[in-house]
């Protein structure tokens, strides 16, 4: 069953391909049939830069329990670094 759920977020960062690193433009995360994981639905997360081809991709393709823990993990790492970022720019005493 294809289930059309699809999201796509800007990204600012770099990922790396076959060609070696790229800039990134968006990320796209759908939740649908997998092209290489032997599972029948999987979470898919696409790291792209459009403007340079299908070359210019990185992809996983993630069950819906490891993509639970990564969304945790991403949480809990982005929570810490808000913390570590307020306090680097915290005026001393």
């Given at each position: 069953?294809?289930?059309?759920?699809?999201?796509?977020?800007?990204?600012?960062?770099?990922?790396?391909?076959?060609?070696?690193?790229f800039?990134?433009?968006?990320?796209?995360?759908?939740?649908?049939?997998?092209?290489?994981?032997?599972?029948?639905?999987?979470?898919?997360?696409d790291?792209?830069?459009?403007?340079?081809?299908?070359?210019?991709?990185?992809?996983?393709?993630?069950?819906?329990?490891?993509?639970?823990?990564?969304?945790?993990?991403?949480?809990?790492?982005?929570?810490?670094?808000?913390?570590?970022?307020?306090?680097?720019?915290?005026?001393?005493?």
């Open positions: 069953m294809c289930t059309s759920i699809v999201e796509i977020v800007g990204a600012d960062g770099a990922g790396k391909g076959g060609d070696g690193w800039d990134l433009t968006h990320s796209v995360v759908s939740y649908d049939h997998p092209h290489h994981a032997l599972l029948e639905e999987a979470i898919t997360i790291f792209v830069n459009s403007t340079l081809g299908p070359e210019a991709r990185v992809a996983v393709e993630l069950t819906l329990e490891s993509a639970k823990e990564l969304s945790a993990a991403l949480a809990r790492a982005i929570t810490a670094a808000e913390i570590e970022e307020s306090a680097r720019f915290r005026p001393r005493r």
